[in-house]
């Protein structure tokens, strides 16, 4: 492996990590391979769209062929190949086709468009780039034919579903198995996409060893064996339902993996019911979507065991809902596509799962809350959380000067979020290091604004940032959806309500707008950056108001 390319973990922490069992020295390839002998006519994968059920062998052969197709189109270890797809059985045969072979899947979302896509083929300097035809009204094809002209080394163009028109069909790759050198388990698998909010996306290179113990740590946590069945909701490439435990924790365990074509309760709920769903994953807006639709629905939902909620802070608020609403455990999931993963643990007293975002998987990962100088804090204090272990990455991929910022020389993640840590070892997120709203030399957490606003009962939910003043420096600003069929309250009522809950007077919002939706990244969290530029944007017109 290139150093410059992929900073991978000094020698004595690697040794240690394989000492004490969290790197078993496992590739995807073998996985899959290992699961298809064991019970190769299990369902692996459902696609309800296409009307498939894969079985383990299938998904085996699959691979096989494909990686194969690969090969003779001269793609092999350590090639990039850019995979833009939407949820589709064939994600996961695309996938472990890479894997079997050493190539490396860039994962991108389907809501990523020739910006992001031109820029990943380029800095990665992809030989191909995979993806459907069609998707959500968006004919990715003219897309390809941008990108395509644009990298110079881009060779291939493989659509995996629809009419692949000047590109090839991935249907037609596929050839009969041949033998190739694997990869090793300590090689890099794929390039994952970081959850940056500035600028395009940077790299994260994950290990075979490093990330299926995460799978099988979080498996461990979360109860998941071969008779769980989990609904991939979100964006399948996304690292959330790709591996908390996610569709490639399913399947490690020998699981069955339904895939989700959309997000809606109306698309899912049927899904959950048919397929006799034992969990699932969210991120924070759809769970309070969800949760609304649950207490009318018709379909069943009994099955539905443990509800994952991560991606972002999940308010207490909106936590203590889910119980009631689904009758299933809820499972507060706080982590990075870097690495660190926490989870609140199955039996977990109530309190703690809505009152905290969980625990790291591994007893190797070390946790570090440092003020702004970087010096630990007391315990229970607030500060920046740093983080390193057996699977957070050590660099990203080719970024040496955001490397330098984002890790100390000591090999800490500088992940920028702002936690606490209680007694019993549980996070609390109180928000991003950006997120802190700095109002006359006052620090407000804005998760804490918004838990208040969140108790209101015709609220549904509400997001709070800082909006530029030229007295205080800051001000906070709140965007707030309220329920459908609610009285609508007045913004003076939502402020005359967290004021009489206790809230300091300081934290009170400034300015209460009410707006239909939240602007979302391509994975469906809400985007605080955009809500940040409105706000920025309302105050330069409007500035006394």
């Known amino acids: 492996m290139n150093l410059d390319d992929a900073p991978t973990w000094p ?38 769209v296409a009307e498939v059920r894969w079985s383990y062998a299938e998904l085996d052969r ?70 459907a035809a069609e998707h959500g009204g968006y004919d990715y094809r003219e897309l390809a034919a941008k990108t395509r002209a644009g990298a110079g080394t881009l060779r291939h163009v493989f659509v995996a579903a629809g009419d692949p028109g000047e590109f090839e ?36 290179p994950r290990t075979h060893d490093d990330y299926i113990y995460s799978l099988r740590g979080s498996n461990d946590i979360c109860g998941v064996d071969e008779n769980s069945v989990y609904l991939c909701v979100l964006p399948a490439a996304h690292n959330f339902p790709l591996s908390s435990p996610g569709s490639l924790g399913t399947l490690y365990a020998g699981g069955r993996v339904v895939l989700c074509p959309q997000p809606s309760p109306e698309v899912a709920f049927p899904l959950i019911d048919r397929e006799r769903v034992t969990l699932t994953g969210l991120v924070p807006p759809l769970a309070l979507l969800w949760t609304q639709a649950a207490t009318t629905t018709a379909y069943g939902l009994s099955s539905l065991d443990v509800l994952l909620v991560g991606g972002a802070k999940f308010s207490e608020e909106a936590a203590r809902r889910v119980g009631p609403a689904f009758g299933c455990t809820l499972q ?97 997120v109180e928000g991003r290091a950006k997120d802190q709203i700095n109002r006359g030399g006052e620090k407000i957490a804005a998760e804490e604004v918004e838990n208040h606003i969140l108790a209101h009962p015709s609220v549904h939910d509400a997001n709070v940032v800082a909006e530029p003043d ?7 600003r709140a965007y707030v959806i309220l329920r459908p069929g609610a009285a609508p309250p007045k913004p003076a009522d939502i402020k005359r309500f967290v004021r009489e809950r206790g809230l300091a007077a300081y934290k009170v919002p400034d300015r209460v707008e009410f707006v239909d939706v939240f602007p979302q990244t391509g994975v469906g969290k809400i985007s605080k950056k955009d809500l940040r530029t409105a706000a920025a944007r309302s105050a330069a017109i409007s500035p006394n108001t």
């Open 169 to 204: 069909a991935l249907s037609d790759v596929a050839e009969d198995p041949v033998s190739c050198a694997p990869p090793r388990p300590d090689d890099l698998a794929f390039l994952q996409l970081s959850g940056g909010s500035t600028g395009v996306p940077k790299l994260i």
């Open 62 to 131: 699959r691979a096989d062929r494909l990686a194969a197709g690969f090969l003779t189109r001269n793609i092999t270890k350590g090639d990039r190949v850019v995979v833009q797809l939407p949820n589709i059985a064939e994600f996961f045969e695309v996938v472990f086709a890479l894997f079997r072979i050493g190539a490396l899947p860039v994962f991108a979302l389907p809501a990523h468009r020739e910006t992001e896509i031109s820029y990943f083929c380029e800095f990665t300097e992809a030989v191909a780039y995979v993806i």
């Open 11 to 48: 020698p004595d922490f690697a040794e240690r990590y394989r000492a004490a069992g969290w790197w078993r020295g496992e590739t995807f390839g073998s996985m899959l391979r290992e699961r298809a002998e064991a019970h190769p006519d299990r369902i692996a994968v459902v696609d309800p």
């Open 470 to 476: 030229p007295y205080l420096g800051e001000r906070i």
């Open 332 to 428: 507060q999931v706080f982590g990075m596509a870097e690495g660190l993963v926490n989870y609140t643990r199955l039996d977990d007293p109530v309190e703690v799962i809505v009152t905290t975002q969980g625990r790291p998987i591994s007893p190797d990962d070390e946790i570090l809350v440092v003020d702004d100088e970087d010096r630990e804090v007391a315990p229970g204090e607030t500060g920046h959380l740093l983080t390193r272990g057996p699977y957070t990455i050590r660099g990203y991929w080719r970024a040496p000067e955001h490397n330098a910022r984002s890790f100390t020389e000591d090999g800490f993640y500088r992940t920028g979020d702002v936690v606490r840590v209680t007694a019993s070892g549980h996070i609390v």
